[in-house]
């Protein structure tokens, strides 16, 4: 079966970095568009970034362009989100997901498979 695992969240103070891993398995993974959202206590899930299937196009929420880099390695089934000048806002769940739409798919309905999510905290 489809399986996405993040990993690399943790705790960090404002203005760090941190880098999220999410390898997939089950998957062809060279077909699909991979995203990344997150979401925090009581608040909806949010888009963060997606790359398209060649990783040739990357598309970004507004509250993260500029300061959040998605990327991926076919060879290794894995999406990588680096985030730097990390913000206490920027505190969620993190999660990846794979579509088979549209490169810039910003919706969580239209991502067909998720993981479970990795935790990021940030400390003012």
């Known amino acids: 079966q489809v399986q996405l695992v993040e990993s690399g969240g943790g705790l960090v103070q404002a203005g760090g970095s941190l880098r999220l891993s999410c390898a997939a398995s089950g998957l062809t993974f060279g077909a699909y568009v991979m995203g990344w959202f997150r979401q925090a206590p009581g608040k909806e899930r949010e888009f963060a970034a997606a790359i398209n299937r060649r990783g040739s196009s990357t598309y970004y929420g507004d509250s993260v362009k500029g300061r959040f880099t998605i990327s991926r390695d076919n060879a290794k089934n894995t999406v990588y989100l680096q985030m730097n000048s990390l913000k206490p806002e920027d505190t969620a769940v993190y999660y990846c997901?794979?579509?088979?739409?549209?490169?810039?798919?910003?919706?969580?309905?239209?991502?067909?498979?998720w993981g479970q999510g990795t935790q990021v905290t940030v400390s003012s």
């Open positions: 997901a794979a579509t088979l739409g549209w490169s810039g798919s910003s919706s969580p309905n239209q991502y067909n498979y």
